[in-house]
RNA sequence: GCGAGAGUGGCGGAACUGGCAGACGCGCAAGACUUAGGAUCUUGUGGGUAAACCGUGGGGGUUCAAGUCCCCCCUCUCGCACCA
């Protein structure tokens, strides 16, 4: 018997037998629950790497696991397949993005087909084809119908790499830059003033926040960042009439969240790209220096003007404002850091009780007055060196006229509904999130369905002329733009109500909106008359399981929420969330090796030297850098092919899957691949050295169960509690791995132990019973090795068909017990006794051991703590 | 600063409701089988020569018993960062 199996032969074998037998498509069934396992879908950017093949295993897992517990288990898979990386490969190589995606969509599912993955391909979904994103272009129209989809001109980020307008979630935060950076490119991000097409997801931004609450399994930090995100905050609104009003402008109103400091405000703050600025100085003296701040802030982009640690400045307006409280004249500044985009783009300034108002009035020498005190250390105003912002619970009010000795709480409503009975305002409520803009002025996307018309406006492609598709006559020339404006002929139409020409949109969309519903898509992938089947959706959503990267803890995630709310309000749905559980995959990471003069490098360019790393070109020693993720620039990768290619697909699932919790970061390690490998080897062994053990009946028949047999029994379903264990609770994949080696070890002691020759008919049943539970509980894990013993055990039929073990609780129990004894709460000894003995036997049978005996030295234990089955302490 | 999470052997990591700390794997050591092996198998492996004792980031506390509960502190990772 060979000692290690031929992975290639058997993997070939088993993908294309499932593959033939169609085992993995699925219908929907009224006789069986339903599960709805899906991953995140990738980016087809030419090779599977090793976070997907970690995500997929998860996937898999799951799959295939709940398959055996006998749900119908819906596991698709597609391709996001609009983006940039195609159209970079256009320009630079001259391949159509078409092309590109196409022979990248088709390579990578060869690899993913090698990994031995259970998905229905009949569902298989491509957003870059026409009969995914005319879906998009459908949607989008009803979503103009509803004004959920709208033009605006406003100031937008923008990509100078990518050349394209960004949402501020695609703005991510990176350390060492002062703004925010492309999330796809990581160049810094500036601002620029466009119109565009958005959607309105603050429509449903008190809906998003709620629904937080009924996701109960997604991690609270996803949840927190949402939460964050939409950054609800209730306030009031309050007018402050200008002290001499000028056209237009009788009152700033104001949104604050602390009403109850009101009377504390010494002046007030107005953005400086707000309108009222103008209107504000035109005529005043201090009119030319006003504008000459405002030009000097809003050259600067948002991200780097609104930094925390950014020097508060701002410039006087020579205009006064009325706070309506206490009848005050207070100045009127400009600041920059107040936000033209939130609330009503002014504040009212309270300096004692808001940090940066506290911090503009030092330096500016305006007045600062505390109008909440604290209880237990008096504050004095001077002596104040930062604002006081106490919590909902300490403070009370001070100089605050009627509502003098309030507390926060009580003044906060008091004031408010004060605001409201005087006319002077409205309690209100403020979110962070923004609208979403979805305009890209890139090719390789789905085109926005809407014409310009010179008569009628804007109007949308009517339904049956959908889809409006890319065309083909498109020039890659790299120099920015919206290349479909290049086409010939795509740019021009015909009105479809005037029939007068028209201009085509020549933006395309964000490629996250064909990530928003994709998930409902493969419910009926192949519905030519809608973009989902509202029988199909409501049979297999929500996803019980969905599984991806945190990277998309705000992106994705958000817009797939919001994206479900709006396909529910046009009735293709029932489901108020898409996704039940979610589980956030760690990255996988590895070390990095630095050479002073080659950079980066492999680490097979390196070579080993009396325990010292050398460069293999220079002999330099090579620094070991930080373990991070695999990148190619770090020259930390590993490839899955490679992988595949020397210990096959099982070994590289097994690794993903045991080396860390799933959610944790999963650090790469070449003898932790071997480690599984030798595992899977072991178990190939086994098996085959026990087939004629377990199928050759020969052996007398048993009378009482053997201490065999009931060993193996034993640890058999103490091995399927276990695995089932670890599946039910959080998919801690590592820990039922691990149980499973156990179980292998404990198989080849009772080999070693029992000889074969001597078994009995009942012994030999025993082994099969565990070795075909083995097989079983192995089969999501390594389906291609578990497939290939199954039949070698004398199987015909698939394991994916067979049913997830249970266990019989009665083969768990023990004839005896193993109970620690503890002196003082310290182990000192063990004791062994027939199980099911009682308090009383224990004790006794406790104090006669010879060890406990010398511990106690004589003495009588002052108190004596038995735990059922757990353990004795002798206390003295 | 705010929010989330994490600190356990040489390493990755176990330990469900307080109850034998270190499962499983890697690495290491010794041995067996081998012409040989980086194959395979067996045994050992927290520190301490050793019993004692010490050990879960640090310091207190509760308890017969603490990695786990309570209080204080430190470090690291991630996310958000002037949102009025």
Same mark, same amino acid.
């Given at each position: 018997?060979?000692?290690?199996?031929?992975?290639?032969?058997?993997?070939?074998?088993?993908?294309?037998?499932?593959?033939?037998?169609?085992?993995?498509?699925?219908?929907?069934?009224?006789?069986? /629950?339903?599960?709805?396992?899906?991953?995140?879908?990738?980016?087809?950017?030419?090779?599977?790497?090793?976070?997907?093949? !970690?995500?997929?295993?998860?996937?898999?897992?799951?799959?295939?696991?709940?398959?055996?517990?006998?749900?119908?288990?819906?596991?698709?898979?597609?391709?996001?397949? *609009?983006?940039?990386?195609?159209?970079?490969?256009?320009?630079?190589?001259?391949?159509?993005?078409?092309?590109?995606? !196409?022979?990248?969509?088709?390579?990578?599912?060869?690899?993913? =087909?090698?990994?031995?993955?259970?998905?229905?391909?009949?569902?298989?979904?491509?957003?870059?084809?026409?009969?995914? $994103? %005319?879906?998009?272009?459908?949607?989008?129209?009803?979503?103009?119908?509803?004004?959920?989809?709208? =033009?605006?001109?406003?100031?937008?980020?923008?990509?100078?790499?990518?050349?394209?307008?960004?949402?501020?979630?695609?703005?991510?935060?990176?350390?060492?830059?002062?703004?925010?950076?492309?999330? =796809?490119?990581?160049?810094?991000?500036?601002?620029?003033?466009?119109?565009?097409?958005?959607?309105?997801?603050?429509?449903?931004?008190?809906?998003?926040?709620?629904?937080?609450?009924?996701?109960?399994?997604?991690?609270?930090?996803?949840?927190?960042?949402?939460?964050?995100?939409?950054?609800?905050?209730?306030?009031?609104?309050?007018?402050?009439?200008?002290?001499?009003?000028?056209?237009?402008?009788?009152?700033?109103?104001?949104?604050?969240?602390?009403?109850?400091?009101?009377?504390?405000?010494?002046?007030?703050?107005?953005?400086?790209?707000?309108?009222?600025?103008?209107? &504000?100085?035109?005529?005043?003296?201090?009119?030319?220096?006003?504008?000459?701040?405002?030009?000097?802030?809003?050259? &600067?982009?948002?991200?780097?003007?609104?930094?925390?640690? =950014?020097?508060?400045?701002?410039?006087?307006?020579?205009?006064?404002?009325?706070?309506?409280?206490?009848?005050?004249?207070?100045?009127?500044?400009?600041?920059?850091?107040?936000?033209?985009?939130?609330?009503?783009?002014?504040?009212?300034?309270?300096?004692?009780?808001?940090? %940066?108002?506290?911090?503009?009035?030092?330096?500016?020498?305006?007045?600062? %007055?505390?109008?909440?005190?604290?209880?237990?250390?008096?504050?004095?105003?001077?002596?104040?060196?930062?604002?006081?912002?106490?919590?909902?619970?300490?403070?009370?009010?001070?100089?605050?006229?009627?509502?003098?000795?309030?507390?926060?709480?009580?003044?906060?409503?008091?004031?408010?509904?004060?605001?409201?009975?005087?006319?002077?305002?409205?309690?209100?409520?403020?979110?962070?999130?923004?609208?979403?803009?979805?305009?890209?002025?890139?090719?390789?996307?789905?085109?926005?369905?809407?014409?310009?018309?010179?008569?009628?406006?804007?109007?949308?492609? /009517?339904?049956?002329?959908?889809?409006?598709?890319?065309?083909?006559?498109?020039?890659?020339?790299?120099?920015?733009?919206?290349?479909?404006?290049?086409?010939?002929?795509?740019?021009?139409?015909?009105?479809?109500?005037?029939?007068?020409?028209?201009?085509?949109?020549?933006?395309?969309?964000?490629?996250?909106?064909?990530?928003?519903? $994709? *998930?409902?898509?493969?419910?009926?992938?192949?519905?030519?008359?809608?973009?989902?089947?509202?029988?199909?959706?409501?049979?297999?959503?929500?996803?019980?399981?969905?599984?991806?990267?945190?990277?998309?803890?705000?992106?994705? &995630?958000?817009?797939?929420? *919001?994206?479900?709310?709006?396909?529910?309000?046009?009735?293709?749905?029932?489901?108020?969330?898409?996704?039940?559980?979610?589980?956030?995959?760690?990255?996988?990471?590895?070390?990095?090796?630095?050479?002073?003069?080659?950079?980066?490098?492999?680490?097979?360019?390196?070579?080993?030297?009396?325990?010292?790393?050398?460069?293999?070109?220079?002999?330099?020693?090579?620094?070991?850098?930080?373990?991070?993720?695999?990148?190619?620039?770090?020259?930390?990768?590993?490839?899955?092919?490679?992988?595949?290619? !020397?210990?096959?697909?099982?070994?590289?699932?097994?690794?993903? #899957?045991?080396?860390?919790?799933?959610?944790?970061?999963?650090?790469?390690?070449?003898?932790?691949?071997?480690?599984?490998?030798?595992?899977?080897?072991?178990?190939?062994?086994?098996?085959?050295?026990?087939?004629?053990?377990?199928?050759?009946?020969?052996?007398?028949?048993?009378?009482?169960?053997?201490? #065999?047999?009931?060993?193996?029994?034993?640890?058999?379903?103490?091995?399927?509690?276990?695995?089932?264990?670890?599946?039910?609770?959080?998919?801690?994949?590592?820990?039922?791995?691990?149980?499973?080696?156990?179980?292998?070890?404990?198989?080849?002691?009772?080999?070693?132990?029992?000889?074969?020759?001597?078994?009995?008919?009942?012994?030999?049943?025993?082994? !099969?019973?565990?070795?075909?539970?083995?097989?079983?509980?192995?089969?999501?894990?390594?389906?291609?090795?578990?497939?290939?013993?199954?039949?070698?055990?004398?199987?015909?039929?698939?394991?994916?068909?067979?049913?997830?073990?249970? $266990?019989? /609780?009665?083969?768990?129990?023990?004839?005896?017990?193993?109970?620690?004894?503890?002196?003082?709460?310290?182990?000192?000894?063990?004791?062994?006794?027939?199980?099911?003995?009682?308090?009383?036997?224990?004790?006794?049978?406790?104090?006669?051991?010879?060890?406990?005996?010398?511990?106690?030295?004589?003495?009588?234990?002052?108190?004596?703590?038995?735990?059922?089955?757990?353990?004795?302490? *002798?206390?003295?």
């Amino acid at each position: 018997m060979a000692q290690t199996y031929d992975h290639q032969a058997v993997e070939a074998k088993w993908q294309a037998h499932w593959e033939q037998a169609g085992l993995f498509h699925i219908q929907e069934d009224p006789t069986t /629950p339903k599960y709805y396992c899906l991953e995140m879908f990738p980016y087809p950017s030419g090779r599977i790497h090793m976070g997907h093949v !970690r995500v997929y295993a998860i996937g898999d897992v799951v799959a295939r696991y709940k398959t055996m517990r006998g749900f119908h288990v819906l596991h698709p898979m597609g391709w996001d397949a *609009f983006g940039l990386p195609a159209e970079n490969a256009a320009i630079e190589k001259g391949v159509h993005p078409n092309v590109w995606t !196409r022979d990248n969509v088709a390579y990578m599912k060869r690899q993913l =087909r090698r990994m031995g993955l259970s998905y229905d391909w009949d569902r298989e979904v491509n957003t870059s084809q026409p009969d995914y $994103y %005319r879906w998009n272009q459908w949607i989008f129209i009803k979503m103009v119908e509803r004004g959920l989809a709208y =033009r605006k001109r406003s100031a937008v980020n923008w990509c100078p790499s990518c050349e394209t307008v960004l949402a501020n979630e695609q703005v991510l935060a990176q350390e060492g830059k002062d703004g925010g950076v492309c999330w =796809r490119c990581e160049s810094v991000v500036i601002q620029k003033e466009l119109e565009q097409w958005f959607f309105r997801i603050t429509h449903y931004a008190q809906e998003l926040l709620d629904g937080c609450d009924q996701l109960t399994s997604w991690p609270a930090r996803v949840l927190a960042m949402q939460r964050h995100w939409i950054g609800r905050s209730q306030g009031v609104e309050v007018d402050f009439p200008v002290a001499d009003p000028r056209d237009g402008v009788a009152a700033i109103r104001i949104f604050t969240t602390r009403p109850d400091t009101i009377h504390g405000a010494t002046f007030m703050s107005v953005a400086p790209e707000s309108p009222l600025v103008e209107q &504000l100085i035109e005529g005043r003296a201090e009119a030319a220096a006003v504008r000459a701040f405002v030009e000097r802030v809003s050259r &600067l982009d948002k991200a780097t003007r609104t930094a925390v640690d =950014r020097e508060k400045e701002g410039i006087f307006t020579g205009a006064y404002a009325m706070n309506p409280f206490t009848q005050e004249r207070i100045p009127i500044w400009v600041a920059n850091f107040v936000l033209y985009e939130y609330g009503t783009g002014a504040i009212m300034a309270v300096p004692a009780h808001d940090q %940066r108002d506290f911090e503009f009035a030092k330096q500016y020498d305006i007045p600062i %007055r505390l109008v909440i005190q604290n209880p237990e250390a008096t504050l004095v105003p001077d002596a104040l060196d930062e604002a006081y912002v106490e919590q909902e619970q300490a403070g009370t009010l001070v100089n605050s006229d009627i509502f003098t000795g309030l507390s926060v709480a009580a003044a906060k409503h008091a004031i408010g509904e004060h605001v409201e009975t005087q006319g002077w305002g409205t309690r209100t409520v403020n979110f962070r999130l923004r609208d979403w803009g979805i305009s890209r002025q890139r090719y390789w996307g789905t085109p926005i369905p809407m014409l310009y018309c010179e008569s009628c406006g804007l109007v949308p492609v /009517p339904e049956n002329q959908l889809p409006v598709l890319l065309p083909e006559d498109v020039p890659f020339t790299g120099k920015g733009g919206s290349p479909l404006k290049e086409s010939p002929s795509f740019a021009k139409a015909t009105c479809p109500t005037c029939g007068g020409t028209a201009r085509r949109e020549t933006d395309t969309m964000d490629t996250f909106v064909d990530s928003s519903w $994709y *998930f409902l898509r493969y419910c009926s992938p192949k519905d030519m008359t809608q973009p989902v089947n509202p029988e199909a959706a409501k049979h297999w959503m929500a996803v019980d399981q969905y599984v991806g990267g945190i990277e998309h803890a705000v992106l994705h &995630l958000l817009y797939a929420r *919001f994206f479900t709310k709006v396909l529910r309000d046009l009735g293709l749905t029932t489901v108020d969330e898409p996704f039940v559980h979610l589980l956030t995959q760690g990255m996988v990471t590895k070390e990095t090796y630095w050479c002073e003069e080659h950079r980066w490098v492999l680490p097979s360019d390196t070579k080993k030297e009396e325990g010292e790393r050398l460069c293999a070109q220079c002999g330099k020693v090579i620094v070991t850098g930080r373990t991070e993720k695999m990148s190619k620039s770090k020259k930390n990768i590993a490839s899955p092919e490679d992988l595949c290619d !020397r210990y096959g697909a099982d070994t590289a699932r097994l690794f993903s #899957l045991f080396a860390a919790p799933p959610e944790k970061d999963l650090e790469w390690s070449d003898t932790g691949v071997e480690g599984c490998s030798r595992f899977l080897n072991r178990v190939w062994r086994l098996v085959h050295e026990q087939l004629p053990v377990i199928c050759e009946a020969h052996g007398k028949s048993g009378s009482d169960p053997s201490e #065999l047999l009931t060993g193996l029994q034993r640890v058999t379903h103490h091995t399927i509690q276990r695995v089932t264990a670890d599946l039910e609770r959080d998919f801690q994949f590592n820990t039922a791995i691990a149980a499973l080696m156990e179980f292998v070890n404990q198989l080849y002691k009772l080999l070693k132990d029992y000889p074969a020759a001597a078994l009995t008919v009942d012994e030999r049943a025993g082994w !099969r019973e565990a070795l075909e539970c083995l097989l079983l509980l192995l089969a999501p894990f390594a389906p291609h090795l578990a497939e290939e013993l199954w039949e070698a055990v004398g199987h015909t039929a698939s394991l994916v068909r067979e049913s997830w073990p249970s $266990y019989n /609780p009665e083969s768990l129990v023990s004839a005896e017990w193993t109970i620690p004894i503890q002196v003082n709460g310290k182990l000192r000894s063990k004791i062994s006794v027939s199980a099911g003995s009682s308090k009383d036997h224990i004790i006794a049978i406790a104090q006669s051991d010879t060890k406990l005996i010398e511990w106690l030295q004589g003495k009588t234990p002052r108190k004596v703590i038995y735990v059922e089955q757990k353990l004795v302490n *002798f206390v003295i």
